[in-house]
């Protein structure tokens, strides 16, 4: 089983509003990513947790906030986004960061995020 | 400063002929290699891997090539079928560090 949940599926916000994004694995992986990705770009890399501990932060604006509960769940936590913030947020996790072999990313359908 | 490079952003090949997408990377720290596919408005999924210990790599009609020398890596489908055309993605990855993502190849296949 290699599947990545996240909910919702799409979400429409207001610049004022407050919502979280989930993401859930029950591979046992403890690597777990968050990516935003733009129309024919790349999957651009937001957040790295490994052991449910931040280990990179992509220099992200602070209206966007991760958590990591367990290491079976990711939250991204948005508040007063910009329209520019619209996307595909996609969350990934992978058996650990960086070893060979191990850290091939699965990921989630992700959801569409649209702030009005 | 891109480490891993797609310079084709689009592939049109006939149904039943070979594909061969193509990517180039920089990082000579980079020690594993992946392709994943994305069909729009959904996550990538992921295809095939190879190891910087390897050259080839087989699994099923996929096969992905990887010259060190050159540094460069081809995935080949064959036979492609419609059902390939997607947008595809080369990534990389160094010890101890995160996936680089190329900018992607958009294939289709034409029956």
């Known amino acids: 089983d290699t599947e990545v949940t996240q909910t919702p599926k799409h979400l429409v916000m207001g610049m004022t509003n407050k919502k979280s994004l989930k993401c859930e694995q029950h591979?046992?992986?403890?690597?777990m990513y968050w990516y935003k990705q733009k129309a024919k770009k790349p999957p651009e890399l937001m957040f790295v947790y490994s052991y449910e501990k931040l280990s990179i932060n992509e220099s992200v604006p602070s209206r966007f906030s991760p958590e990591c509960p367990n290491s079976s769940l990711l939250n991204l936590h948005l508040h007063a986004l910009q329209p520019e913030d619209s996307a595909l947020y996609l969350c990934?996790?992978?058996?650990?960061?960086?070893?060979?072999?191990?850290?091939?990313?699965?990921f989630g359908p992700g959801t569409r995020l649209t702030v009005l | 400063d891109q480490q891993v490079k797609q310079n084709s952003p689009s592939l049109s090949v006939q149904e039943g002929r070979i594909s061969i997408l193509n990517c180039d990377y920089t990082n000579s720290m980079f020690d594993y290699f992946l392709w994943y596919k994305k069909y729009p408005a959904e996550g990538p999924t992921f295809l095939i891997s190879i190891s910087s210990i390897k050259d080839k790599n087989e699994d099923g009609r996929f096969t992905v090539f990887l010259n060190k020398s050159a540094k460069h890596l081809s995935l080949h489908i064959v036979p492609s079928q419609p059902g390939d055309s997607a947008v595809y993605f080369c990534?990389?990855?160094?010890?101890?560090?995160?996936?680089?993502f190329g900018k992607g190849t958009r294939l289709s296949v034409i029956a």
């Open positions: 591979m046992g992986h403890r690597a």
């Open positions: 990534a990389a990855a160094a010890p101890a560090t995160p996936l680089v």
């Open positions: 990934a996790s992978s058996q650990v960061v960086g070893d060979r072999g191990q850290d091939t990313q699965y």
